[in-house]
């Protein structure tokens, strides 16, 4: 068989390879995904429903547990954290565009194998999204839990929202991933 044959073959052969792995790459990530779907939703039936409940209550906040403990109340955040100002909303709109952009880049780049830093970044994806929806759609985030922690850090918690929660949680599993999984793979010689 003459040589320009056989190194077609390797490259048609090589290429389908790639295009499969892709497609069952991809195919294996649709999980991830749906959760952060999933998590978009949760927060947005959330936040129209609280909206809703609490702009019906006196004062907009109802205790949910203990006196002062948890409540729910209606907050709006034109900000970032803590609802710190910062550029507005078009600016918070395409920083949120952005960093959504390189989370799904970074679910689809990651190996299946990292379970642990697909989920994180599912989850900070999901809360990313749901509140850059009410940025995009309301120009502030609208935040209904209200904790208060024992006076840590801070007198009072700021109130937030479960996209907020997602994202927190989504970072937890991050450094949990990198401080614990990551070194052991470091360590563990490759094949």
């Known amino acids: 068989m003459p040589l320009c044959v056989t190194i077609a073959r390797a490259v048609r052969t090589e290429r389908t390879d790639v295009l499969h792995f892709g497609k069952v790459h991809m195919r294996s990530k649709i999980s991830f995904f749906s959760v952060a779907a999933f998590i978009v939703l949760v927060d947005q039936v959330s936040k129209k429903f609280f909206e809703s409940f609490l702009l019906s209550v006196e004062g907009h906040s109802v205790k949910a547990v203990g006196e002062n403990f948890a409540r729910f109340t209606l907050a709006y955040n034109e900000g970032i954290a803590f609802s710190i100002p910062m550029g507005g909303r078009y600016v918070l709109s395409a920083i949120s565009i952005i960093a959504s952009s390189v989370i799904v880049w970074l679910i689809i780049k990651t190996p299946v194998s990292k379970r642990v830093e697909l989920w994180g970044y599912s989850f900070i994806l999901g809360g990313a999204v749901g509140n ?36 927190t949680i989504g970072m937890f599993f991050l450094v949990f991933h990198f401080i614990f999984l990551d070194k052991k793979s470091e360590k563990q010689p490759e094949l």
């Open 132 to 167: 850059l929806i009410d940025r995009v759609f309301y120009g502030r985030v609208i935040d209904f839990i209200d904790c208060d922690f024992f006076d840590i850090i801070m007198e009072r918690w700021p109130i937030f929202n479960f996209a907020d929660s997602f994202i």
